[in-house]
């Protein structure tokens, strides 16, 4: 582990081990640590298996089943799940580049027109037509 790991306590079936954790990784340790617990808990309830390092045992390959069961297909991929919001997730970002743009275009044309406008009111010159000729209005 790196220079900032610190020893952390946790709590398996009542018994307390140190484990070295990153402070980055902590919350992750401790969501592992419930789910082992609670695995091993149920183990212990069922009465077939006795002894600490028996139930650690049996959890242990109950939970290596259900990791292979979701990377074999069995169960949900991860994997595959995180590519595909990944893949979606870059379709989002194109669309939202291109409304953007469009946004971008549309408030510079907005600007335009209300800096020009006035300005052509100003230069505009009232006229008449006068036998098939523009003439001035006077």
Do not use: W
């Not at 149920?42 to 990377?71: C, D, F, Q, T, Y």
């Not at 069995?74 to 946004?103: M, P, T, Y």
């Amino acid at each position: 582990m790196a220079d900032a790991a610190k020893t952390v306590e946790v709590q398996l079936l009542g018994r307390t081990y140190r484990v070295a954790c990153e402070d980055n990784e902590r919350e992750a340790l401790m969501q592992a640590v419930a789910y082992l617990d609670g695995k091993m808990n149920e183990i212990r309830r069922a009465g077939k298996v006795m002894g600490a390092e028996r139930i650690a045992v049996m959890a242990a390959l109950n939970v290596a089943h259900e990791l292979l069961s979701v990377r074999l297909g069995a169960g949900f991929d991860v994997g595959q799940a995180k590519r595909r919001l990944s893949a979606i997730e870059s379709r989002l970002d194109e669309a939202i580049a291109k409304q953007e743009k469009l946004f971008y275009r549309s408030s510079h044309l907005r600007c335009a027109i209300e800096i020009f406008l006035p300005l052509a009111q100003n230069f505009a010159v009232p006229c008449c037509v006068r036998q098939g000729s523009i003439f001035p209005n006077r």
